[in-house]
C-alpha cells in the first residue's frame, strides 16, 4: 500500500505537466498559425516563454506575417518586427 501523501503528489505532478504540455502546445499553434499575429492568449504565451523560445516565436510570426504590423512582445524600438525571419 503506498503513502496517501505519494498519491497526492503524483496527482499534482500528473495534473502540472498536462497544463504545460496544453500551454505549450497552445503557443506553438499560436507561432505557427497563418490566420492572424493578433490571437490574445497566443500574445500572452509568446510574452512568457524565454527569451530564445520568443524570438524564435517571433520569428515564426514575422515569416507568416510579414506585411503585418508585429503584435505586443515582437515590435522592436521602431515599431517593426525586432527579429529577422528564419532561414530556409
Request: a neutral charge; proline letters at 10%.
Amino acid at each position: 500500500m503506498t503513502a496517501p501523501w505519494l498519491r497526492w503528489l503524483s496527482l499534482f505532478v500528473g495534473i502540472g505537466v498536462g497544463v504545460s504540455l496544453f500551454l505549450g502546445w497552445k503557443w506553438y499553434a499560436y507561432v505557427t498559425n497563418t490566420t492572424s499575429p493578433y490571437d490574445e492568449v497566443g500574445i500572452e504565451l509568446n510574452n512568457t516563454v524565454p527569451q530564445g523560445m520568443r524570438d524564435w516565436g517571433c520569428a515564426r510570426l514575422q515569416a507568416s506575417f510579414a506585411g503585418a504590423v508585429p503584435p505586443y512582445g515582437c515590435a522592436g524600438p521602431d515599431g517593426g518586427w525586432r527579429v529577422s525571419p528564419p532561414g530556409p
